[in-house]
T-cell receptor, first 113, second 115 residues
Framework: GDSVTQMEGPVTLSEEAFLTINCTYTATGYPSLFWYVQYPGEGLQLLLK?????DKGSNKGFEATYRKETTSFHLEKGSVQVSDSAVYFC????????????FGQGTRLTINP | EAQVTQNPRYLITVTGKKLTVTCSQNMNHEYMSWYRQDPGLGLRQIYYSMNVEVTDKGDVPEGYKVSRKEKRNFPLILESPSPNQTSLYFCASSLLTSGTPDTQYFGPGTRLTVL
């Protein structure tokens, strides 16, 4: 079945470091891909998304490119801040017929000053 | 302000005592869903609803019930809670695009402990 695999956390970085959180998926066809972020004590909120191959989603300095050939949607940021500390979830959904999002297990990111 | 609200935010209860977690959205979304979040397992869908009076099981529906009598509300009911239902619960809603849920908006979560 459809699945999403994220790199295991927790991930700890220093402020201004470069961030990559890996996400790969297993699915037939061409799903839409999402990154959601969960700040401490809050619900999930959409960070960025891409709906077709080679699309790049971006928001708040984060970027992710939909790579069909490697079935990946890695999240990157060039210079992280303490305020980026959160749990990040990769997710997919089908464009037609799917009634849900399929989530990865989440990656906890901690940024130290 | 567009939002999804859940109540209560925190609940400690005992095995077998029926409880309801309420969820309400003010965005006129057709689609609503309940998830539970457990360490190392990500979010798993419990139930979802495509519109009023239309509900269906997600991946982990056992021990839960839902209803959708109004478009804005989607309560989650635990008729006889058990300790394995201790978890963090999220309600979400979205518009339907081409018949499938689009970007989902999440509530703040309900942390449930069943003793």
């Amino acid at each position: 079945g459809d699945s999403v695999t994220q790199m295991e956390g927790p991930v700890t970085l220093s402020e201004e470091a470069f961030l990559t959180i890996n996400c790969t998926y297993t699915a037939t066809g061409y799903p839409s891909l999402f990154w959601y972020v969960q700040y401490p004590g809050e619900g999930l909120q959409l960070l960025l998304k891409a709906t077709k191959a080679d699309d790049k989603g971006s928001n708040k300095g984060f970027e992710a490119t939909y790579r069909k050939e490697t079935t990946s949607f890695h999240l990157e940021k060039g210079s992280v801040q303490v305020s980026d500390s959160a749990v990040y979830f990769c997710a997919l959904r089908w464009i037609q017929g799917a009634q849900k999002l399929v989530f990865g297990q989440g990656t906890r990111l901690t940024i130290n000053p | 302000e567009a939002q999804v609200t859940q109540n209560p935010r925190y609940l400690i209860t005992v095995t077998g005592k029926k409880l309801t977690v309420t969820c309400s959205q003010n965005m006129n979304h057709e689609y609503m869903s309940w998830y539970r979040q457990d360490p190392g397992l990500g979010l798993r869908q419990i139930y979802y609803s495509m519109n009023v009076e239309v509900t269906d099981k997600g991946d982990v529906p056992e021990g839960y019930k839902v209803s959708r009598k109004e478009k804005r509300n989607f309560p989650l009911i635990l008729e006889s809670p058990s300790p394995n239902q201790t978890s963090l619960y999220f309600c979400a809603s979205s518009l339907l695009t081409s018949g499938t849920p689009d970007t989902q908006y999440f509530g703040p979560g309900t942390r449930l402990t069943v003793l």
